[in-house]
Antibody
Framework: QVQLVQSGGGLVNSGGSLRLSCAAS????????MIWIRQSPGRGLEYISY????????DYADSVKGRFTISRDNGRKSLYLQMNSLRVDDTAVYYC????????????WGQGSLVTVSS | EFVLTQSPGTLSLSPGERATLSCRAS???????LAWYQQIPGQSPRLLIY???TRATDIPDRFSGSGSGTDFTLTITRLEPEDSAVYYC?????????FGKGTKVEIK
């Protein structure tokens, strides 16, 4: 079955960096559109970034553009989110997820990674 | 700015009753690219409905979606205790993907 197993969350100071990883199994990862979404009490569910199967198409939400970088390694069946210049309001649970197509509905979700940014 | 407004904020019903959740968009949702997700406390969201009315894999037929344009509805018939959760609507199809703030369904 489809599994998305996340790692890499934690506590970081404002201005710091963190990298999230997501290991995929149970489906053809290289053919799949992947997405990062975060959830916080104040902002609810919030779209972060999309990446196509070959990394040809990438999109970011305005709130993270220039600070976050999405990438993937199809050989390792893994998705990544490099987060730089972190701010207190980036504190959230971050989910990696699999989409049906480019900006499609979100079919499968990872377990979530808590990122806490302290001032 | 594209906004999805969900109502009511909280719904408190008894097992066996019917729940009707509303999602209203500030602009027309193109191609009915509207999805519904269920999030049980402590868990990740789960896809229930996509394309406004198509049930996702393994979703019981007690869950149904309807609507078009700017007004969408998720209906849960014959509520069961395990339906206690927050339900979110989502607009997709183009950037940015937008979620509503959610409706909490409590089972008495």
């Amino acid at each position: 079955q489809v599994q998305l197993v996340q790692s890499g969350g934690g506590l970081v100071n404002s201005g710091g960096s963190l990298r999230l990883s997501c290991a995929a199994s149970g489906f053809t990862f290289s053919d799949s559109y992947m997405i990062w979404i975060r959830q916080s009490p104040g902002r609810g569910l919030e779209y972060i970034s999309y990446i196509s199967g070959t990394s040809s198409f990438i999109d970011y939400a305005d709130s993270v553009k220039g600070r976050f970088t999405i990438s993937r390694d199809n050989g390792r069946k893994s998705l990544y989110l490099q987060m730089n210049s972190l701010r207190v309001d980036d504190t959230a649970v971050y989910y990696c997820a699999r989409s049906s197509h480019w900006f499609g509905e979100i079919r499968h979700w990872g377990q979530g990674s808590l990122v806490t940014v302290s001032s | 700015e594209f906004v999805l407004t969900q109502s009511p904020g909280t719904l408190s019903l008894s097992p066996g009753e019917r729940a009707t959740l509303s999602c209203r968009a500030s602009q027309r949702v193109s191609s009915n690219y509207l999805a519904w997700y269920q999030q049980i406390p402590g868990q990740s969201p789960r896809l229930l409905i996509y394309g406004a009315s198509t049930r996702a894999t393994d979703i019981p037929d007690r869950f149904s979606g309807s609507g078009s344009g700017t007004d969408f509805t998720l209906t849960i018939t014959r509520l069961e205790p395990e339906d206690s959760a927050v339900y979110y609507c989502q607009q997709y199809g183009n950037s940015p993907v937008i979620f509503g703030k959610g409706t909490k369904v409590e089972i008495k």
